[in-house]
């Protein structure tokens, strides 16, 4: 059983910053790409960032030049630096994973979600 852990969340005032990290657990054949996605009260869950399992990343225009994405593929760990943060950062971010498993399955994982709150 794969498990995704995130940790990190917590209430900070505007232009603060926040470090989410998240650990990757159980038995598995590799990690591909690694990401984290959010969703605010009322809307979609949308991507923040991506990393694949050779670094590329991804952002979205909002993260872009505030957030910074990286994984240690040695812990199975993935992490998302948030500078500059504003109360429209505010939501539950949850982490994913395509994990492919040790029968060659793959399998999209996703955490329980660390709620960051941004004050104004």
């Known amino acids: 059983q794969v498990q995704l852990v995130e940790s990190g969340g917590g209430l900070v005032q505007a232009g603060g910053s926040l470090r989410l990290s998240c650990a990757a657990s159980?038995?598995?054949?590799?990690?591909?790409?690694m990401g984290w996605y959010r969703q605010a009260p009322g809307k979609q869950r949308e991507l923040v960032a991506a990393?694949?399992?050779?670094?590329?990343?991804t952002y979205a225009d909002t993260a872009k030049g505030r957030f910074t994405i990286s994984r240690d593929n040695a812990k199975t760990m993935v992490y998302l630096q948030m500078d500059s943060l504003q109360p429209e950062d505010t939501a539950v971010y949850y982490c994913n994973a395509g994990i492919l498993t040790t029968t060659i399955r793959a399998l999209d994982a996703w955490g329980q979600g660390t709620l960051v709150t941004v004050s104004p």
């Open positions: 159980g038995i598995m054949f590799r990690i591909n790409d």
């Open positions: 990393i694949t399992r050779d670094g590329a990343t």
